[in-house]
């Protein structure tokens, strides 16, 4: 089975612009969650979607939002970028038969803002 | 909402000695804890984890404890070798599947 994949790998922007991430996750599972990492501090929970709703969120401003299709793939969008946005952009996807799964990474994206 | 804190931020330790990470949560609905490795510039991947209902788990060099009366758990790797050298997040996930993770600790393997 192909693993969590991320799309694109690496992003350039500057303050002000927009920014939209894709995540496909693990053929079969349908929760998608979103990770901010920085340096020093760890992975900062964004939003997980499943079935097409935002399920859980964490505490980041409104700027930042997300969406999952039907075939589960999601999007992450970041409007007015600001230079504190620049991390590593992790998804994670788990399948969620019945209960707690584990959750699966992709490899991230790497966003920098000038 | 829930609260885990991981100990040490670095660790460094000789080749063949043991590594030991430890980390606490608040939340005593959280029954799912998973620990992570990831190495420098590539994904957290999922090394062992641990259910509620069990108080030790192992994996070859890799063991995980858990006490849910202290609110703690542990990650135990023996014999260390240069390739476990990595961040390590350990994380603690509630009956809503959401997860919470620790800062992380870099190992350092010292051959």
């Known amino acids: 089975k192909a693993g969590v994949t991320q799309t694109p790998r690496y992003l350039i922007k500057t303050r002000g612009q927009q920014v939209t991430l894709s995540c496909s996750p693990i053929s079969g599972h349908r929760s998608v969650s979103w990770y901010q990492q920085t340096p020093g501090q760890g992975l900062q929970f964004l939003f997980e979607y499943f079935s097409e709703t935002q399920r859980n969120k964490g505490n980041f401003p409104g700027r930042f939002s997300g969406r999952q299709f039907s075939n589960s793939r999601s999007e992450m969008n970041v409007s007015t970028l600001e230079l504190g946005d620049s991390a590593l952009y992790l998804c994670?996807?788990?399948?969620?038969?019945?209960?707690?799964?584990?959750?699966?990474f992709g490899p991230g994206t790497r966003l920098t803002v000038l | 909402g829930e609260n885990v804190e991981q100990h040490p931020s670095t660790l460094s330790v000789q080749e063949g000695d043991s590594a030991v990470i430890k980390c606490t949560y608040s939340?005593?609905?959280?029954?799912?804890f998973p620990w992570y490795k990831q190495e420098l510039g590539k994904r957290p991947q999922l090394i062992i984890d641990?259910?509620?209902?069990?108080g030790e788990k192992k994996d070859q060099r890799i063991a995980v404890t858990l006490n849910k009366t202290a609110k703690h758990f542990s990650l135990h790797i023996t014999e260390t070798q240069p390739e476990d050298s990595a961040v390590y997040f350990c994380?603690?996930?509630?009956?809503?599947?959401?997860?919470?993770f620790g800062t992380g600790t870099s190992l350092t393997v010292i051959p």
């Open positions: 994670a996807s788990s399948l969620e038969l019945a209960g707690i799964d584990t959750q699966y």
């Open positions: 641990i259910r509620s209902n069990v």
């Open positions: 939340d005593s609905a959280s029954n799912y």
């Open positions: 994380a603690a996930v509630n009956t809503g599947n959401q997860f919470y």
